[in-house]
C-alpha cells in the first residue's frame, strides 16, 4: 500500500518532500510526471528526500524503499496540479499557523518552550532549509485541501478513541512514554554578548552579567532585569526569560552546553546562580521549582507544564493516529483516481546509487 508520509504526520512532512531549490538542471530524471503540465523528478530530488529519511529512520534505504518514496513524490505532483488547476490557494498567515503548531509540538515532546532560533535548528538538522520548510507546509496545505474538497465525507466523523483504546496504548508505553525525568523550572537573567560587534564590547557583556549579579547578592530584585542594556544604554544585550529544563533534553543540552545545563540541575529550589556561561551568553538564574523522577499514572498530570493529563494526551494522539488514517484512505483514492488520466514514466535504473 502506498504511504504518504508528507501528509500523515508533521514530523513526517520534512521528509517526504525534494529540496526543489537544490536541484541540479542536469540531473537524470527518475520520474516525468504529467497530469495538466510535463515535470520531471530528478535524482538529485530524490537524494535529498532520501538522505532525511535514512537519517530519521539510521539506516539505509533499499531500492524499494526507495521506489516507496518516489510514489510519494509522484502522487504529491499530481495533486499539486490538480489544486493549482482548480486555483486552490494557501495564504502567508495558513503557513504561519501551521509553522506555529509544528513548533508546539516539538515544544510539547521536549515539555519546554523553545526559542526560535531552536526550533530553525531542529529544523535544519531534519536536513531542511528554513524557506523549504516553509515552502513544504505550503504544499502540504494545499494538498489538504484539495483532499477536502473532493473526500470530505472520509474525513468528517471520525470516531474519539474509545477508554479501552487509551489504557491499551498507556499500558503497552507506561514504562517507556510516561516516565517523567528530573525536570527543573526557572526564570533566568539572560545576556547575549553576540548581539555587540567588538571583542571589547563582548567582553563587557560578561562585567555587566557579573556586575547584575553583585547587586542581586546585596538585595535587588531578580525582577528589576526585565530588560537589560549595555553601557551606552543604546543597544539591549539581555532580558528576564522564564524556562524550564527536562534532564533527558540533549538538545538543549547542545545548545547551552553542559556547564550551564548541569549547572542548573544543581541549584536547590528558590536558589539563584551566580554568573553561568554558555555557548550563547551569560545566565544568572534562578530555580523556581524542581520535579523529581516520576512514573506517570493515566490521570497524572505532565510536567513541567501541568496542563494536560497523561489520559488527555493518549486521547489526543490516538485521535491523530484516527485522523491520518482516514486522511491516508482519501489520499489513495484520489491518486487511484488522478493517475488514470496522468502520464507517468519511472525510471527505476536510476535509483541504485
Not at 517526504?16 to 510535463?38: Q, S
Not at 534505504?61 to 516507496?68: D, N, Q, R
Not at 515544544?107 to 526559542?115: F, K, N
Request: glycine residues 4%; proline residues 4%; contains cysteine.
Amino acid at each position: 500500500m502506498r504511504r504518504h508520509p508528507i501528509i500523515i504526520c508533521v514530523v513526517l512532512a520534512l521528509f517526504a518532500a525534494p529540496n526543489r531549490a537544490g536541484a541540479d538542471p542536469i540531473d537524470k530524471p527518475v520520474a516525468i510526471v504529467k497530469l495538466y503540465e510535463t515535470e520531471a523528478i530528478s535524482q538529485s530530488q530524490l537524494k535529498i528526500t532520501v538522505a532525511a529519511m535514512e537519517k530519521s529512520i539510521g539506516r539505509q534505504l533499499t531500492t524499494e524503499e526507495k521506489l516507496k518514496l518516489l510514489d510519494n513524490l509522484i502522487s504529491e505532483k499530481l495533486i499539486i496540479q490538480a489544486a493549482n488547476k482548480e486555483k486552490i490557494h494557501v495564504t502567508d498567515t495558513e503557513v504561519e499557523q501551521y509553522k506555529n503548531q509544528t513548533k508546539k509540538l516539538y515544544e510539547e515532546r521536549l515539555g519546554r518552550p523553545m526559542t526560535d532560533d531552536e526550533f530553525r535548528t531542529m529544523i535544519s538538522q531534519t536536513g531542511y532549509q528554513w524557506d523549504t520548510f516553509l515552502a513544504e507546509i505550503k504544499k502540504m496545505l494545499m494538498e489538504q485541501k484539495y483532499i477536502k474538497n473532493h473526500k470530505g465525507n472520509l474525513l468528517t466523523n471520525v470516531p474519539d478513541p474509545s477508554d479501552k483504546e487509551i489504557m491499551d496504548y498507556f499500558y503497552k508505553n507506561q514504562s517507556r512514554l510516561f516516565v517523567s525525568p528530573a525536570i527543573v523550572r526557572f526564570k533566568q537573567i539572560y545576556i547575549n554578548p553576540n548581539l555587540l560587534s567588538t571583542p571589547a564590547e563582548k567582553a563587557k557583556a560578561k562585567k555587566k552579567a557579573e556586575a547584575i549579579n553583585r547587586e542581586i547578592k546585596a538585595g535587588a530584585s531578580f525582577d528589576n532585569y526585565w530588560q537589560v542594556y549595555d553601557d551606552s544604554g543604546s543597544t539591549k544585550i539581555g532580558n528576564l526569560i522564564n524556562g524550564s529544563l527536562r534532564r533527558d533534553d540533549e538538545q538543549s543540552a547542545k545548545v547551552f552546553g553542559d556547564d550551564f545545563f548541569n549547572s542548573v540541575f544543581t541549584l536547590k529550589q528558590g536558589e539563584v546562580s551566580g554568573v553561568i556561561s554558555s555557548k550563547i551568553g551569560y545566565h544568572i538564574v534562578m530555580v523556581l521549582e524542581k520535579f523529581p523522577p516520576k512514573l506517570l499514572d493515566i490521570d497524572d498530570l505532565i510536567p513541567p507544564q501541568n496542563s494536560m493529563t497523561v489520559r488527555n494526551y493518549i486521547k489526543a494522539i490516538l485521535g491523530k493516529v484516527k485522523e491520518q488514517e482516514a486522511l491516508k484512505k482519501a489520499l489513495d483514492e484520489i491518486v487511484a483516481d488522478l493517475e488514470k488520466t496522468a502520464d507517468i514514466k519511472k525510471f527505476p535504473e536510476y535509483l541504485n546509487w
